[in-house]
């Protein structure tokens, strides 16, 4: 897959997107952006905002399996991995899969499962696989989680641990749309739901090949060092109590990648990393006041991060990428 191909996919889903969604333009970028990174996404906002519908409508646009699972304070991890069970008939045990087996999971209001449901994610979010009973399975890729949750409602919810949220490739916030938008959402929504309408537009091999262009897509080693910078400048904060660890220097690089691509370019640029940086490492920060100051303050000081962090120069011939085998 070359340069041009890619751009025509991310275009192809850009489009099958917006037939459906108003607006939320960033936010579908960043989301692709996940997705061509190889990474997990948080999406974290109010109620009613689309948070469910724009994971549904990508599984729709990508011919690749989907589950949805409503995590719920009684769910159990074998409800999510599977069970062996035994067959009577055949004497001996088989193993029936859960919704994990899958290639794009929806995991619903995350928050609301207890933290040793929500601990069940971990291996299979960091290395697609899960063990059960001693057995490893691999899981199918494309992988993607894709997990819901409201950062206002408290009650019965199990705020993310530390290991959890850093499993997460970005945390994403779309907020409400504008006065034009929230009429053109009612006009779109009006006599039917266009999201019975969304047919895919890429297969899940497709998807595999753009992961692997993105992953070549090049750094200079000045914006390697830069990207090392920001993420010490996090630790090194009075205000932070756990700053970003050298797993959120890896994923601020791959999502820089696929930014960058996204924005039709086979190289990052400085801007490509400022793009991400807030929805990739402000999760990631533990603030000196606790959990409940994470959402604002955290991005404000990764904001604060960008703008002490010298910018290396650009190099005045833009790097060529080629042709991914």
């Known amino acids: 897959m070359n340069l041009q191909e890619v751009t025509e996919l991310i275009q192809a889903l850009k489009t099958n997107l917006a037939?459906?969604?108003?607006?939320?333009?960033?936010?579908?970028?960043?989301?692709?952006?996940?997705?061509?990174a190889n990474g997990h996404v948080?999406?974290?906002?109010?109620?009613?905002?689309?948070?469910?519908?724009?994971?549904k409508v990508l599984a729709r646009s990508l011919d690749c399996s989907f589950k949805r699972i409503q995590f719920t304070p009684d769910l159990l991890p074998s409800d999510?991995?599977?069970?062996?069970?035994?067959n009577q008939k055949l004497g001996e045990f088989e193993f029936r899969p859960?919704?994990?087996?899958?290639?794009?999971?929806?995991?619903?209001?995350?928050?609301?499962?207890?933290?040793?449901?929500?601990?069940?994610?971990?291996?299979?979010?960091?290395?697609?696989?899960?063990?059960?009973?001693?057995?490893?399975?691999?899981?199918e890729a494309p992988f993607l989680v894709?997990?819901?949750?409201?950062?206002?409602?408290?009650?019965?919810?199990?705020?993310?641990?530390?290991?959890?949220?850093?499993?997460?490739?970005?945390?994403?916030?779309?907020?409400?749309?504008?006065?034009?938008?929230g009429v053109h959402i009612l006009q779109r929504f009006r006599e039917s739901n266009p999201l019975e309408e969304a047919r895919p537009v890429a297969s899940g091999r497709h998807i595999v090949e753009a992961q692997r262009f993105a992953s070549a897509v090049r750094v200079s080693e000045e914006l390697l060092?830069?990207?090392?910078?920001?993420?010490?400048?996090?630790?090194?904060?009075?205000?932070?109590?756990?700053?970003?660890?050298?797993?959120?220097?890896?994923?601020?690089?791959?999502?820089a990648q696929?930014?960058?691509l996204i924005q039709g370019r086979p190289y990052v640029t400085p801007d490509d990393i400022k793009a991400v940086a807030v929805?990739?490492?402000?999760?990631?920060?533990?603030?000196?006041?606790?959990?409940?100051?994470?959402?604002?303050?955290a991005a404000e000081l990764v904001q604060q991060v960008l703008r002490e962090v010298d910018v290396p120069a650009e190099p005045a011939v833009p790097l060529r990428g080629g042709r991914v085998e």
């Open 19 to 36: 037939t459906v969604i108003v607006g939320k333009e960033e936010g579908v970028d960043l989301l692709l952006t996940a997705l061509l």
């Open 42 to 55: 948080l999406l974290e906002d109010v109620p009613g905002t689309g948070k469910t519908l724009l994971a």
């Open 80 to 86: 999510l991995s599977g069970i062996n069970f035994y």
């Open 98 to 139: 859960g919704p994990l087996f899958t290639g794009i999971l929806l995991a619903d209001e995350i928050n609301r499962a207890t933290p040793r449901t929500q601990s069940s994610l971990l291996e299979c979010m960091e290395e697609r696989q899960i063990t059960i009973d001693g057995v490893t399975h691999s899981l």
């Open 146 to 181: 894709i997990a819901t949750q409201n950062p206002i409602d408290n009650q019965g919810t199990f705020p993310l641990p530390e290991a959890q949220l850093d499993r997460f490739l970005m945390r994403i916030s779309t907020g409400y749309p504008t006065f034009e938008e």
């Open 225 to 255: 060092g830069y990207i090392v910078r920001i993420t010490e400048a996090t630790r090194n904060s009075s205000t932070v109590k756990l700053g970003a660890s050298p797993r959120a220097s890896g994923a601020l690089l791959r999502s």
């Open 258 to 260: 696929g930014y960058a």
């Open 279 to 297: 929805p990739v490492l402000a999760h990631r920060l533990l603030l000196q006041h606790g959990l409940k100051s994470r959402e604002g303050q």
